[in-house]
């Protein structure tokens, strides 16, 4: 059964940082892209970042680019997102997702976690 598990979020002041962690089981994990989605109230779900587990190679949304850095932990089949200087604009649930293909495209990804919600108060 493939499981996501999200960790780390809660309320921060602008400025500040969190730790997202995604810790994947169920699946090769060497075999997927694991990405990193926010949904705001009334909003889209947006793609923030991924990572492909067999390259390394990662990609962010401009909003966050600068700001966030995605890695991956192999040995322990999970993803962080380590996000500073946050925002108030960066308030919402983060979700983890896993793939086959490495994209911000949300509507690509095959498999979820529950998410985890980020507050930034100004």
């Known amino acids: 059964e493939v499981q996501l598990v999200e960790s780390g979020g809660g309320l921060v002041q602008a400025g500040g940082s969190l730790r997202l962690s995604c810790a994947a089981s169920?699946?090769?994990?060497?075999?997927?892209?694991i990405g990193w989605f926010r949904q705001a109230p009334g909003k889209e779900r947006e793609g923030v970042s991924c990572?492909?587990?067999?390259?390394?190679?990662?990609y962010y949304a401009d909003s966050v680019k600068g700001r966030f850095t995605i890695s991956s932990d192999n040995a322990k089949n999970t993803v962080y997102l380590q996000m500073n200087s946050l925002k108030p604009e960066d308030t919402a649930v983060y979700y983890c997702?896993?793939?086959?293909?490495?994209?911000?495209?949300?509507?690509?990804?095959?498999?979820w976690g529950q998410g985890t919600q980020v507050t930034v108060s100004s």
């Open positions: 990572i492909s587990s067999s390259d390394g190679s990662t």
């Open positions: 997702a896993a793939d086959l293909l490495v994209t911000l495209a949300h509507y690509e990804y095959d498999y």
């Open positions: 169920g699946f090769t994990f060497d075999d997927y892209a």
